[in-house]
């Protein structure tokens, strides 16, 4: 095609997938203002802090429970603002407490907002969203430890830690769940899903082994009025992803479009994850008792927060599709292939990181460089899906340090001016986690 088609067919190809993402991040910023404007939130994070007097195990819960729920239910820097200003007021000094809350968060990213992450990654390449969340899942399954590691080590700085079992306790609580759930069902649920199964079993086994200086405390009736969106939502998901008839009828209504030039998107709409989080937020408002129409409020204020990130998300698709089709994916992939070789999976991870660094989110990391990790692996000889999975994790692992969200969750605790302090508590890290998140991808793709 001329120069004005292909510039038509790659704005309609960028609008497009904005559109798709943006179908899910509308939903998902409406339920979390709308759980904020009617105290579910508050609910939901006392409830945990009420499991346990003991100062470190009410910081498992907050800033690795809470913060992965939030993460997989909305996303978008939410988990570093809403918990780190409740762990200040459980006692932490501000800085531990951003640096807590990023550390805790970090893991559930790569499944962020039901899944934002890995379905842009899905329209980029049309690999089936399974295959991409089992694999990136067991990345981090597999060093989730390492995470948890330095969450208690930060944690430690109070003087008092929980205890490695009950640290075990939760990130296999959280991990196990995560990696089920990724390998059954896809990408939509295994943050949230994980966060909240791990909660339970964690609240149910703090209730009958709680530490010894700890008094008896009866376990806090479950929020069910503050969980009900999120109940609906899982069951949504479950019913449109568990195998059979209607996942079958489902999956075949599908809108699709194509441009001269080789220019296309579909879309299946009764699977798409923003259509479940539309239905579970007005399906579990009418359950709280709350009217349709009060929900307007919410969706105004999620638009509004939305604009920026439209704005963002044009561009940087629109760079994205341009580089594709003018060769300059393909230019990139040559360099990498000549200049790194084989060992590129070595570095898959960190490019991932780099992304998420720069742009302050990890799908728009996955927008860039997904293309990219999918090209340079054809050319190595590798599977596609390995290096995506690659770049999704270590999109996820960047938010450590993305400062987009140091400078939210400072702002929230009065930490302006103090970014610095940390960003040097989450570097290491962040390079730690990705060397060796580096070295795995490197071990898969050689053996």
């Not at 990023?102 to 992450?117: E, K, M, N, R, Y």
């Not at 896809?186 to 295994?190: D, R």
């Not at 949230?192 to 609240?203: D, M, T, V």
């Not at 490019?351 to 989110?361: D, P």
């Given at each position: 095609?001329g120069?004005?088609?292909?510039?038509?067919?790659?704005?309609?190809?960028?609008s497009?997938?904005?559109?798709?993402?943006?179908l899910?991040?509308?939903?998902?910023?409406?339920?979390?203002e709308?759980?904020?404007?009617i105290?579910?939130?508050?609910?939901?994070r006392?409830?945990?802090?009420?499991?346990?007097?003991?100062?470190?195990?009410?910081?498992?819960?907050?800033?690795?429970?809470?913060?992965?729920?939030f993460?997989?239910?909305?996303?978008?820097?939410t988990p570093?603002?809403?918990?780190a200003?409740?762990?200040?007021?459980?006692?932490?000094?501000p800085?531990?407490?951003?640096?807590l809350a990023?550390?805790?968060?970090?893991?559930?990213?790569?499944?962020?907002?039901?899944?934002?992450?890995?379905m842009?990654?899905?329209?980029?390449?049309?690999?089936?969203p399974?295959?991409?969340?089992?694999?990136?899942?067991?990345?981090?399954?597999?060093?989730?430890?390492l995470m948890m590691?330095?969450?208690?080590?930060a944690?430690?700085?109070?003087?008092?830690?929980?205890?490695?079992?009950?640290?075990?306790?939760?990130?296999?609580?959280?991990?196990?769940?995560?990696?089920?759930?990724?390998?059954?069902l896809?990408?939509?649920?295994?943050t949230?899903?994980?966060?909240?199964?791990?909660?339970?079993?964690?609240?149910m086994i703090?209730?009958?082994?709680?530490?010894?200086?700890?008094?008896?405390?009866?376990?806090?009736?479950?929020?069910?009025?503050?969980?009900?969106?999120?109940?609906?939502?899982v069951?949504?998901?479950?019913?449109?992803?568990?195998?059979?008839?209607?996942?079958?009828?489902?999956?075949?209504v599908?809108l699709?479009?194509?441009?001269?030039?080789?220019?296309?998107g579909?879309?299946q709409?009764?699977?798409?994850?923003?259509?479940?989080?539309l239905?579970?937020?007005?399906?579990?408002?009418?359950?709280?008792?709350?009217?349709?129409?009060?929900?307007?409020?919410?969706?105004?204020?999620a638009?509004?927060?939305l604009?920026p990130?439209?704005v963002?998300l044009?561009?940087?698709?629109?760079?994205?599709?341009?580089?594709?089709?003018?060769?300059?994916?393909d230019?990139?992939?040559?360099?990498?292939?000549?200049g790194?070789g084989?060992a590129?999976?070595?570095i898959?991870?960190a490019?991932?990181?780099?992304?998420?660094?720069?742009?302050?989110?990890a799908?728009?990391?996955?927008?860039?460089?997904?293309?990219l990790?999918?090209q340079?692996?054809?050319?190595?000889?590798?599977?596609?899906?390995?290096?995506?999975?690659?770049?999704?994790?270590?999109?996820?692992?960047?938010?450590?340090?993305?400062?987009?969200?140091v400078?939210a969750?400072?702002?929230?605790v009065?930490?302006a001016?103090?970014?610095?302090?940390?960003?040097?508590?989450?570097v290491?890290?962040?390079?730690?986690?990705?060397?060796?998140?580096g070295?795995?991808?490197s071990?898969?793709?050689?053996?």
């Open positions: 095609p120069f004005a088609a292909s510039l038509i067919g790659v704005g309609a190809e960028s497009w997938l904005a559109a798709t993402i943006l899910i991040l509308l939903p998902a910023l409406a339920l979390h709308h759980q904020m404007r105290g579910a939130v508050d609910t939901l006392l409830a945990l802090g009420r499991l346990s007097q003991h100062l470190p195990l009410q910081v498992l819960l907050v800033a690795w429970f809470a913060a992965l729920f993460e997989g239910a909305a996303g978008f820097g570093v603002a809403l918990t200003p409740l762990l200040v007021a459980l006692g932490l000094a800085v531990q407490a951003v640096v990023l550390l805790g968060h970090a893991i559930g990213v790569s499944f962020g907002a039901l899944g934002t992450p890995v842009a990654q899905v329209g980029l390449t049309g690999i089936a399974l295959e991409i969340a089992w694999r990136t899942a067991a990345l981090h399954a597999s060093l989730g430890g590691f330095f969450f208690v080590r944690l430690a700085t109070l003087g008092a830690a929980p205890g490695w079992p009950w640290a075990a306790l939760a990130a296999a609580g959280f991990l196990l769940p995560y990696l089920l759930i990724a390998s059954m896809g990408p939509e649920l295994p949230l899903g994980g966060a909240l199964l791990g909660a339970l079993l964690f609240a703090l209730r009958y082994r709680r530490p010894r200086a700890e008094p008896s405390a009866t376990l806090p009736t479950l929020p069910w009025r503050a969980l009900a969106p999120y109940a609906v939502l069951v949504l998901v479950l019913c449109t992803r568990t195998p059979g008839p209607l996942g079958q009828v489902l999956a075949g599908e699709s479009w194509q441009l001269p030039g080789d220019f296309k579909s879309l709409p009764l699977r798409h994850p923003g259509v479940m989080l239905l579970a937020l007005l399906i579990g408002a009418r359950l709280q008792g709350v009217t349709l129409l009060s929900l307007a409020p919410a969706f105004v204020a638009a509004r927060r604009v990130v439209t963002a044009l561009a940087m698709l629109g760079l994205s599709r341009l580089m594709l089709h003018a060769g300059m994916i230019t990139l992939e040559q360099a990498a292939v000549s790194i084989q590129w999976p070595l898959a991870p490019v991932g990181a780099l992304g998420s660094f720069v742009t302050g989110s799908t728009a990391s996955n927008i860039l460089f997904t293309t990790q999918a340079t692996a054809e050319a190595l000889g590798l599977a596609p899906v390995l290096l995506v999975a690659a770049q999704c994790f270590g999109a996820a692992v960047g938010n450590i340090v993305c400062p987009h969200n400078i969750g400072a702002a929230t009065g930490l001016g103090r970014e610095g302090e940390v960003l040097r508590r989450t290491g890290p962040c390079l730690i986690y990705l060397a060796c998140g070295l795995l991808v071990l898969i793709a050689n053996f």
